[in-house]
């Protein structure tokens, strides 16, 4: 008997170290992943080349500054589109969207802190951009500026300014024409209204736009982020022109982190370094050869014979900031609503 419970002993003790040995090499495996951090960029449809470029570039940085291995996954779609996904539960740590207000829509959703807008420099815009229009090689309907596109029998690609920030700056570059030119609001409507029944295809977001106009050969002319037809240029060579219109519009993307998420993935520190070093001199660089305006004027000044500097530009303050201009035009039943019904 005494013999059987000296054995049980033993075995008992063998069974507790083999399992001690089986634990603590499961511990190390959990250490080893929780290590490895994962960052999700939710970002609008024209970013994705850039960030794909960016992610590897911030990835090695990451690295190189002890903060160890890291893994960027990204997320695109129209700008409001995504802005909603995140209110909704998309888990993103932070956020590159097309425009202000669709940030601004998660802050109030209770998501990000205010005062996000002065966290970084240039209102959180790390690059800008501008609207163009994209047109086929020839320029068959003889588009030169934004009356051109209300007239009859031209094809107009644009997306939805309900889903899509960039369309959001669309609008207001063409609705900023007209109000150059001394028209009053309900010219202005007629106007707008005239250039959406020109559309053909109204798409939830500008990469849809664009594949609608370049891959399926739809449309005479694309309204473009000026990156996304810069992008299309060099894919296709000989196949497009870019047109500048008279009057278009500083697009400025904002940039966030969605600090409650953050928080709670442990990627507070990573998170606000990612969006940081989108102003350094490589991230710069690599913004302006993807075709975005770098927000550093020393690093624009290099893409001078790149970029038509000269243009003339209007900026959303003209429009009272993106809260008064969301609710004047894009807001449900405002001018986009009203004009696009009729």
Not at 26 to 52: C, H, I, M, W
Not at 156 to 182: D, H
């Amino acid at each position: 008997m005494r013999k059987f419970n000296l054995t049980a002993f033993f075995m008992i003790l063998l069974c507790a170290a083999v399992s001690g040995m089986v634990s603590g090499c499961g511990k190390q495996e959990d250490s080893s992943a929780e290590g490895r951090l994962e960052l999700l960029n939710v970002s609008y449809d024209p970013t994705r080349e850039f960030y794909a470029e960016y992610n590897e570039l911030f990835e090695n940085y990451w690295k190189e500054k002890g903060g160890g291995e890291i893994t960027i996954t990204q997320s695109h779609g129209g700008s409001g589109s995504q802005a909603r996904s995140v209110i909704e539960g998309n888990e993103a740590d932070v956020v590159t969207l097309a425009l202000a207000h669709d940030v601004t829509a998660i802050e109030e959703a209770g998501l990000i802190d205010a005062g996000w807008i002065d966290e970084y420099e240039g209102n959180s815009s790390p690059y800008t951009s501008t609207i163009v229009f994209l047109v086929r090689k020839g320029n068959e309907k003889k588009i030169q500026d934004w009356d051109d596109l209300v007239k009859e029998g031209v094809e107009v690609i644009t997306p939805n300014p309900k889903t899509s920030g960039g369309a959001c700056w669309n609008f207001l570059a063409a609705w900023a024409y007209q109000k150059e030119r001394g028209s009053d609001e309900n010219a202005c409507k007629d106007f707008m209204k005239r250039l959406y029944q020109n559309v053909l295809v109204l798409d939830s977001g500008a990469r849809g736009a664009t594949n609608t106009f370049v891959e399926n050969g739809q449309g005479d002319v694309l309204i473009a982020w000026e990156n996304e037809a810069y992008l299309s240029m060099a894919e296709y060579p000989d196949q497009y022109e870019i047109i500048t219109p008279s009057i278009s519009i500083l697009a400025q993307p904002s940039v966030a982190v969605v600090d409650v998420n953050a928080k709670a993935h442990g990627t507070e520190e990573a998170a606000k370094a990612y969006l940081e070093y989108l102003y350094s001199d490589e991230a710069q660089r690599l913004a302006g050869q993807n075709y975005y305006r770098p927000s550093r004027e020393e690093i624009l000044q290099e893409f001078s014979g790149q970029f038509d500097l000269a243009m003339n530009l209007v900026t959303i303050d003209d429009f009272g900031g993106w809260k008064e201009a969301y609710k004047t035009f894009f807001d449900d039943g405002a001018v986009f609503d009203q004009i696009y019904a009729d």
